[in-house]
């Protein structure tokens, strides 16, 4: 199944359209309840709303709308990391727009340095991929659920390693401190301080001030306020901050991740909903432990 997100300006417009062009890609309840209903249910977190088990042209497709407000506030922000997660792998942009083409590059390289601060000094490149494509999976109920093929991240990997490493060994080489030969699958950090505090302060802001609060909590080093650049330096030698990474990472991710799920069962209604798990129950079970 192939799967789009198309980002509108104009989300109950444009559902009040497609309900009358293609009234069949909705369930009846939301072809009776209307566009003003459907784009309700769309604007609860995380701002999409799915159509799945779409024919179109011989192929079957799911698509998901959202507003370009949304998609660019969470390439940039990591609200939620449902659509910025989803960006983190190789994509194809159909229709290029300037805004959304900027806030991804911000996305992408977010990715790259988060992936960083939770990996050693040397690594491998699938390692990078691996950490950078589970960063929007941590927190899913889905992947400890029977729902959801438990080799999903390493199957993405596999089958895309060269558009990864298209996507991003340019931004890595052109980060301080990385080191990443044109023709090897090796790759160095510096792990210094300062280094690792240059990529912490880039942090995402939603990740960022996560992260602070649990370092806060945990540690009685002087405040933010007092001296900044202290402070990052001293939370970037911190033992456990890969640990508050990632555990801020699934915190972002729990909440619209089940929220999406359950909003699922209202756009593709019950019967659609169990088909759609069906399937995804059967990749779980394949998946292997």
């Known amino acids: 199944m192939l799967d789009f997100i ?46 799945a088990y779409v024919p179109m042209n011989g192929v079957t497709i799911k698509y998901g709308v959202t507003t370009l407000d949304n998609l660019c506030s969470d390439l940039l922000s990591w609200r939620s990391l449902y659509l910025a997660g989803r960006m983190h792998k190789p994509i194809r942009i159909i229709k290029d727009d300037a805004r959304v083409r900027l806030t991804q590059q911000v996305n992408l390289t977010s990715a790259l340095r988060t992936a960083l601060l939770t990996l050693p000094e040397e690594f491998e490149e699938r390692d990078l991929f691996e950490r950078i494509s589970g960063i929007s999976y941590g927190g899913d109920p889905r992947m400890w659920l029977p729902a959801e093929n438990r080799a999903k991240i390493r199957n993405i990997v596999s089958t895309q390693s060269p558009q990864f490493r298209e996507l991003y060994r340019r931004l890595a080489v052109g980060l301080p401190g990385v080191h990443w030969p044109m023709h090897s699958s090796a790759i160095k950090q510096d792990m210094s301080p300062t280094a690792r505090s240059n990529h912490l302060r880039k942090l995402p802001s939603r990740l960022l001030g996560g992260v602070n609060e649990r370092y806060s909590v945990a540690s009685s080093h002087a405040s933010r306020e007092a001296d900044e650049s202290a402070y990052y330096l001293q939370m970037a030698g911190y033992p456990d901050l890969s640990s508050y990474i990632e555990g801020e990472l699934k ?39």
């Open 6 to 51: 198309f980002a509108v300006n104009h989300p109950a417009h444009w559902h009040s359209i497609n309900l009358s062009q293609h009234p069949s890609h909705y369930a009846f309840h939301n072809r009776l309840f209307g566009s003003d209903f459907v784009t309700r249910i769309q604007r609860i977190s995380p701002g999409v709303w799915f159509n």
């Open 251 to 289: 915190n972002i991710v729990r909440g619209p991740a089940t929220s999406q799920s359950i909003k699922g069962i209202i756009s593709a209604g019950l019967g659609q909903s169990i088909r759609y798990s069906a399937s995804k129950v059967g990749k779980w079970w394949r998946g292997g432990p």
